[in-house]
């Protein structure tokens, strides 16, 4: 997603109903908005999931994409509650074992949500779950944000304050983390396996997390998985990065300006972009830092009409492209 596809004109839920549903359904709406929310266009996302939502959604297959992106949705809001049931959802209705790449973003979320909400134990249970379901499929991206999620809860596990010994639940962290840094390696070095930016960008988000478990969190290396990200154009990970990469400077006893750049790049993303879930973080560590943030900017004007446009409706071509876009960096369906 290295950039924001075109925009044009697109009728809303009227139209659809006076001339059937757009080509691909709920299903492509909902992926056009998965690839809006990575670029963290929150408020067109959200459109695109009402949309899907206003059709006529008869079976569990019809649901389960919408589910899924509004579940992503719900969990960058911070409604950890509403996004767990979402998730949920998918899988107590699906008939069927899900395909390995629909588990995948089914249980990486659900792990997600189980890792800020605390739920460590099931994380861990959900990020196995969703690589057993990978095992015999190529499916680089998703197993490599399966295990950068894993790392994230491990290092939460290992996290102990400055100073006091390695006890062993640390080292046990450490080593179901070494395994997950294992499994990314075996999935990038694979034949035929293209570094994508977005691949390269979540390996990197890996390695730091990694840092957080193997010893002091690597302010380095969150600085070039932000960069990673901000290549992208993907601002709510880019935050996240910015965020770990302010505490590790705090840690590391940095001079207190470089505190302050990384947590005002982390403040601005997210609160620009409805990244509520980062917002308390990062407003708890800089009261932890005694910093002062700048003022929340105004978020990008991403919905503004165009000449014969409905603002925030989008063409069959522009969902098209999005979802063209979510396919070429996302190793997706």
């Known amino acids: 997603m290295s950039g924001a596809p075109g925009d044009a004109d697109r009728r809303g839920h009227g139209k ?34 009402a949309q899907a939502f206003e059709l006529d959604l008869e079976s569990p297959a019809e649901r389960q994409a919408p589910l899924i992106t509004r579940g992503y949705l719900r969990l960058w809001d911070g409604d950890l509650a509403a996004a767990h049931a979402d998730f949920g959802q998918v899988l107590e209705e699906s008939p069927a074992p899900l395909d390995p790449v629909g588990a995948a973003e089914v249980l ?27 095992a015999a499929a190529e499916e680089p991206y998703w197993i490599t944000r399966l295990c950068r999620t894993g790392l994230a809860i491990e290092a939460q596990a290992a996290g102990h304050p400055r100073g006091r010994p390695a006890d062993g639940e640390d080292q046990a962290a450490r080593e179901r983390a070494a395994g997950l840094v294992d499994r990314i390696r075996s999935a990038v070095s694979a034949p035929d396996v293209v570094l994508t930016p977005a691949l390269a960008a979540t390996v990197a988000t890996a390695e730091a997390e990694w840092s957080r478990v193997d010893g002091p969190s690597d302010p380095g290396r969150w600085a070039s998985s932000a ?62 830092a005694r910093i002062e943030l700048p003022p929340p900017g105004r978020p990008p004007d991403q919905t503004a009409a165009r000449p014969g446009r409905e603002p925030g409706r989008h063409t069959g071509d522009e969902i098209q492209c999005h979802d063209a876009t979510r396919r070429q960096y996302w190793g997706c369906r």
């Open 108 to 134: 990486c979320g659900l792990a997600e949500v189980a890792l800020w909400d605390g739920r460590l134990p099931d994380g861990r249970t959900a990020v196995a779950d969703g690589l057993t379901a990978l």
């Open 16 to 49: 659809v109903q006076r001339i059937g549903r757009p080509r691909g359904g709920p299903r492509l709406l909902s992926w056009a908005a998965a690839a809006l929310l990575s670029l963290g266009r929150r408020a067109e996302a959200g459109q695109l999931v």
């Open 227 to 288: 960069e990673a990200w901000e290549g992208l154009s993907h601002p709510w990970p880019s935050a996240y990065a910015r965020w770990r990469q302010a505490g590790a400077l705090l840690a590391a006893r940095a001079p207190r300006g470089a505190v302050r750049t990384a947590l005002a790049q982390a403040w601005t993303l997210a609160s620009t972009r409805g990244a509520a879930l980062l917002v308390t973080e990062i407003q708890a560590l800089a009261r932890r």
